[in-house]
């Protein structure tokens, strides 16, 4: 790809196409005071305004050692409720923010909304997430997309984890398997589920099509959201069952 012409490319989409903060509207096409041009650009390349940036909450430590939710109180490889209340059957989980009002807007509109730029976002969140904490990404074999059933990807037309799996992937280079685990029930949206209920709800909805692809290497599923880590607990274990070495999970928000 040549950057001139992508360059060029960028700046013939903004005079049609006047680029707007994805969160809450207003025009990115002239930079604030005190505002570098550099940093400007950055801000148009992800569609969100400055304001709207600082608003979303980054995951920091305390981490809990098993799903990396925030600890108010540190306490040396202590756990959150959560994880000491279940056996998750992934090996660990990152997650890059919390999941509070601003994120949920954003993470809403991507999913439902056909907002689909919003990935670029998602992927700079991550980005610094893994490089200021030194998680070791590359570690992982291959990535793998958290799968949608088929009805609700035909309703939504796309599946979001994809989406985001396809950004980590080119960013690391770490391939990318799609549709090998597969989701086979057609399950209730986990947001309507309670807390007990997400567990049963996602009992045996996944299945692993191509075992032998699975075997014996490092797999990261990718996500957009870890609540109480039901789903991804549930893929994980379709994949220990197929011999996976390890299982990661990384996602781009989980609740506090």
Known sequence: DCPVLKDLAEELTHLVFPPICLSCHIS??????????????????IGLCP??????????????????RHLEKYLYQSKCRTCTQ???HFDFAWSA???????????????????TALRRLFILLIKNFIKKHN??????????????????????GYN??????????????????????????????????????????????????RPNEIKNHSILIIDDLLTTGATA??????????KANQVGVLTLAITP
């Open 28 to 45: 990115l096409r002239i930079p604030p005071l005190h505002t570098s041009e550099i940093d400007w650009k950055i801000f148009q390349s």
């Open 160 to 209: 979001q984890s994809q989406l985001i799996g396809l950004e980590i992937s080119r960013e690391y280079h770490i391939p990318m398997i799609s549709n090998n685990l597969i989701k086979t029930r057609h399950t209730r949206s986990q947001a309507q589920c309670r807390a007990k209920e997400r567990w049963t709800n996602v009992e045996q909805a996944f299945r692993i099509k």
């Open 97 to 115: 923010c919390l999941y509070t009002k601003s994120i949920a807007h954003l993470i809403y509109q991507f999913k439902y909304g056909q907002t």
């Open 51 to 68: 304001q709207c940036f600082k608003r979303i909450s980054v995951n920091k430590p305390s981490f809990c050692i098993k799903c990396s």
């Open 233 to 242: 607990s549930q893929a994980a274990l379709s994949l220990k069952k197929s």
């Open 86 to 88: 279940h056996h998750h």
């Open 135 to 156: 998680f070791d990404i590359n570690q992982f074999n291959f990535i793998l997309p958290m799968p949608l059933h088929p009805v609700k990807k035909r309703e939504r």
